[in-house]
C-alpha cells in the first residue's frame, strides 16, 4: 500500500510539475516610463558627454576644456556606460514600441555611446568631442519617429 501511494504522489508531483506555468522571469522594476528614463538619465548623461570637451571665446580669447582629473575622466567613462545601458533599458519589456525600428534606434545609440566609452577609455578628448555628434544624430534619429505628443519635437508614426 504504502508503495501505491507512493506511485500515486509521484505521478501526481509529474501531473502538477506539467501544468506548470513558465517562469515568470527575473523579477524587473519597470516603475520608470520611457520618459522618465530620458529626463532622469539619458539626458544628463548625454550632457555630461556633451559638456566634457568644449571651446568657447570670450573677452579673454579661446577657452578650451577636456577632462584632467581622474575623477573627471570616470565621469565621463559613467556616462558613457550609463547612455549604453540605458540603450538595453529602452529595449526591455513594453518600452520597447516596437521590435524593429525601436531596438534599431535603441542599439543606433548604444553603439554611439560605445565610441564614447572606447574614447574615455583612452582618454582621447579628441574622440570624445567627435563621439558627441554620433550620440547627438542617434537620440534625434529615434526622436523624429517616436516622440510624439511634442508638437515641437517630433511627429506621428503613420
Ligand atoms: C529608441 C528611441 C529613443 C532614443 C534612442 C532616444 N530617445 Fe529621447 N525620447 C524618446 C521618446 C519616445 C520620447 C518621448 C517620451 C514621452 O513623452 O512619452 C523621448 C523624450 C526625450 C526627452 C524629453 C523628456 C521629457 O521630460 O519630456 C529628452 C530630454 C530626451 N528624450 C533626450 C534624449 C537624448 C539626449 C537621447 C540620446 C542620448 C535620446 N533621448 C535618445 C525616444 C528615444
Known amino acids: 500500500m504504502r508503495t501505491i501511494c507512493g ?5 501526481a508531483l509529474l501531473i502538477t510539475g506539467c501544468a506548470a506555468e513558465e517562469p515568470a522571469g527575473p523579477p524587473f522594476d519597470m516603475r520608470h516610463t520611457t520618459r522618465d528614463l530620458m529626463a532622469g ?3 544628463a548623461s548625454a550632457d555630461a558627454l556633451w ?9 579673454n580669447g579661446e577657452n578650451y576644456w577636456e577632462p ?3 575623477e573627471d575622466w570616470l565621469q565621463v567613462t559613467g556616462a558613457a556606460m550609463t547612455l549604453i545601458e ?10 520597447a514600441r516596437d521590435t ?4 534599431r534606434y535603441s542599439q543606433d545609440m548604444i553603439d554611439a555611446a560605445a565610441v564614447a566609452l572606447e574614447a574615455a577609455e583612452a582618454r582621447d578628448p579628441d574622440r570624445i568631442f567627435d563621439s558627441g555628434e554620433v550620440v547627438y544624430n ?7 519617429t517616436y516622440w510624439i505628443g511634442d508638437e515641437q519635437r517630433g511627429r ?3
Open 100 to 103: 524593429e525600428q525601436w531596438y
Open 51 to 59: 559638456d566634457a570637451v568644449g571651446t568657447i571665446w570670450d573677452e
Open 156 to 158: 506621428t508614426i503613420p
Open 41 to 43: 538619465m539619458i539626458d
Open 138 to 144: 542617434s537620440c534625434n534619429n529615434c526622436h523624429n
Open 7 to 11: 506511485l500515486v504522489m509521484a505521478a
Open 86 to 95: 540605458s540603450g538595453n533599458l529602452l529595449m526591455l519589456g513594453s518600452r
Open 68 to 70: 584632467e582629473t581622474d
